[in-house]
T-cell receptor, first 114, second 113 residues
């Protein structure tokens, strides 16, 4: 099993450009998440999808959109990138079929917005 | 609401010395606790988790953590660190719904030869 995969690994954008970060999991998990990681701030939840067909905002959703394409795939879109969106983005998934919510993470996408 | 506090942002320690990384949480409901490790330029990997039962939890790479409900703590320990333990460590607390997963700000462990 590949677990959680993310593409691309690195990306450089100019202010105002758009792009989509892709995430896929092969663990048959119901729930998927997008986080951003910034120095000194830990991981902050951008959006999550508790199950196929649903999406909800997390702590820092402004400037982002998401699509839960099917059970395996959850994409994150930046419509008009800003320098403040320079960060490392992590996708995660969890079964969420138990009483706890253990998450499995992808390798991350390092995004720089100039 | 739940929150996680990691009191130390950076912890330098000499090789083969013991280490403790501190984590405190606040929650009004039952919690499930996790420690994740992030090696340079990689994603997060689960070290260990507390769900219920014994308060001493053993994880991978010789790490262990103790759940202390009265002190609302879940400190991570290793009796003898190795150079390869140099990484960022995150404490996290979970509820049982999709948006109930909160991370601390992380502790950077540097093992000095």
């Amino acid at each position: 099993n590949a677990g959680v995969t993310q593409t691309p690994k690195f990306q450089v954008l100019k202010t105002g450009q758009s792009m989509t970060l892709q995430c896929a999991q092969d663990m048959n998990h119901n729930s998927m998440y997008w986080y951003r990681q910034d120095p000194g701030m830990g991981l902050r939840l951008i959006y999550y999808s508790a199950s196929e067909g649903t999406t909800d905002k997390g702590e820092v959703p402004n400037g982002y959109n998401v699509s839960r394409l099917n059970k395996r795939e959850f994409s994150l879109r930046l419509e008009s990138a800003a320098p403040s969106q320079t960060s490392v983005y992590f996708c995660a998934s969890s079964a969420l079929d138990r009483y706890y919510n253990e998450q499995f993470f992808g390798p991350g996408t390092r995004l720089t917005v100039l | 609401a739940q929150s996680v506090t990691q009191l130390d942002s950076q912890v330098p320690v000499f090789e083969e010395a013991p280490v403790e990384l501190r984590c405190n949480y606040s929650s009004s409901v039952s919690v499930y606790l996790f420690w994740y490790v992030q090696y340079p330029n990689q994603g997060l990997q689960l070290l260990l988790k507390y769900l219920s039962g014994s308060t001493l939890v053993k994880g991978i790479n010789g790490f262990e953590a103790e759940f202390n409900k009265s002190q609302t703590s879940f400190h991570l320990r290793k009796p003898s660190v190795h150079i390869s333990d140099t990484a960022e460590y995150f404490c996290a607390v979970s509820g049982n719904t999709g948006n109930q997963f909160y991370f601390g700000t992380g502790t950077s462990l540097t093992v000095i030869p």
